[in-house]
């Protein structure tokens, strides 16, 4: 019998105040479609713990002015950190997300998780020290990884390029220093959520791209990210494409998009042309530089970017497709190579509604992610009984 | 801003209910994620209106013994039916999903929705009578349509088969007969609803194929079945595959896997080789009469099937793919070209904890999932609310 993780109507009640709007029990009710009663039993535990505060006066429609409440994004913090294969990025974030303080370190994550996480937790205490809020105050850390998470327990499974991590159970570890809730995803998960939250609340069905050393995506499918029954939804980095075949994949499989679109192969193919690029950066500063070369190998990715997400379209029905990672900065022309196959293969009754654009969350959207992560299950039934027991440790 | 539909919890709840097993509000709770308050507030509406009931006495751990509540499933009754291209199958079922009469008629969707909808109105009041049931038993009717529809109002969208039904407000047509809660959906989204239900509850991440005419597929991802943006989350039939290059669809585009892999074209092609075959039944029997060309047609299929489900492996990450309709009843040839080509392609980590496997639900997938979409509505508290408001109606 599966147990439901986070607490169920968590994240429906949370989605509703995370704008930080002031509203009634009575349109949080109609928003979410919970009984009132409900709503109300879910309120006054949220009020208990000052996580969310009464404001104003509403309108009344007769009797009594039904009071309003909002989300106190101040009450409490959480931890944001999105951990790539050489770099980490960690931030103090408010309840609503807002970025309290912040760093960008270079990080060899193959360096294993005693070293890394050991790292986290040293800058998670100087960054709390930074923005001048005491331990007690952090209620959840969010965190994405590198490579397939079984997200139920944190535990890294079968991770490609993290040695060391294979089961490697991150939430205890860390608990041993922060007695919180401690969640763990796939970093192109969180991005995801990101993504959505910073660039298209309303929309319910979106597929996020990462375009960079290797390519994936995050699928919010009914507006719940889809994970999979491994944590691999959305791995599209290894689907076959007919361009591929012949390329070996570092996967040990032939023709994956990831061989051939992923900015190693277009660098390699420029490098054969004669050209100075060995970085992600130098292509892209090559391309912004108007070289048709780089121009061509850029949209030629972008098209096989799109044979696979023309599938996508079909078996996820999508609204917004966005593109990220670091080659998205290379502009319009691995956009234009996406639209230029999707919207002359995909069905046409799924392709009339469907946008393909950039990122709006940019380089922050795994931050961003990993903070509603976070925030979600510090709001969550569960997460509130754990902060209780947390406050009685501290001495709170 | 978003109403999330349906009465959030709803589906969560009912799913712990739907298996008849007595639990108590503990076990509930702990099952569910949802506070204890919660979840006695919800049992307690559902007590009132006898949908469930208080049944023995659970172990104590102390203390006065904790009652246990299971599902009344004869309380009040649903319709449940699945309409195709050329036949229409209608159930009235109780709460647990239990057929209490049923019917399977001809019948021709083309011939418009106020002619098919007049022969489902008086389908139901013969059923219901037939299973001595009075109207005001009836809480809710489900229903699946055979192309697209937009769930949220029940009104099919741009269906290529059913001319007259684009637009056409079916829920509206059928609350003039019935004044309970009226929901519809695509076939193949509840032929997964209910492939699931009667074969696989506790498995999260299920996709199920229909392979007929038509190749349709609907997934099932986190629990939730996916819908995408325009209710066609899942249309695999119209996903391009190599071997379809220079055959046109029906749907106006080149290649696509229906064209080449559904049951005409593998008629069309047995009957240019000289074989009497002329529908789906035929082609059956002729399977599995032991005739080479025909099982190497069928098994050319699953292949095709194959070769598109090998992506779906890596974007939705199932644990199941389930194969039905009525060409998967040739049987295991058709299967084993499926697994043929998902088993050597899909990757491997994705592959490894995959089965791939005839239909469980068989041809009740579509009764059993409409079954389940009008009963989960019903003990929402949206469908609660309703009831009181019909029951009064008819001065019950």
Known sequence: MTKIAGGFGASELFQFLRDGEPRTRAELAQLTGLARSTISLRIDELLQHGLITPVGEAVSTGGRPPAQIALNPGARVVVAADLGVTHGRVA???????????VLEDLVIANGPVEVLDWLALTITKLMTECGRPLADLVAVGI?????????????????????????DVPAYLAET???PILVDNDVNIMALGERAMGWPDTEDIIYVKVSTGIG????????????????????????????????????????????????????????????????????????????????????????????LTVCVSIVNPSVITIGGALAQAGEHIIAGVREVVYSRATPFAAEYLSIVQSRAGEMA????????????????????GMGAAKAATGD
């Open 366 to 385: 795994g931050v961003a992610g990993a903070s509603i992560m976070a925030v979600e299950r510090a709001l969550s039934p569960e997460g509130i009984d």
């Open 144 to 168: 994405g990884l590198p490579g397939p998470v079984e997200h139920e327990s944190g535990k890294p499974t079968n991770p490609p390029i993290m040695p060391g991590w294979d089961g490697f």
């Open 217 to 308: 995506s995050g699928i919010i499918g009914g507006g719940v990210l889809q994970r999979g029954a491994q944590g691999i939804a959305g791995d599209i980095g290894h689907i076959r494409i007919p361009r591929g075949t012949g390329v070996v994949c570092k996967c040990g499989n032939e023709g994956c998009l990831e061989a051939v679109a992923g900015s190693p192969a277009i660098i390699a193919d420029l490098r054969g042309a004669g050209h100075d690029v060995s970085t992600v950066a130098d292509l892209v500063a090559l391309v912004k530089s108007g070289d048709t070369g780089a121009i061509q190998a850029v949209r030629q990715a972008g098209r096989d970017i799109g044979e696979v």
């Open 178 to 180: 922060f007695p919180v």
């Open 92 to 102: 103090i974030t408010d309840l609503s997300g807002a970025i309290l303080s912040h």
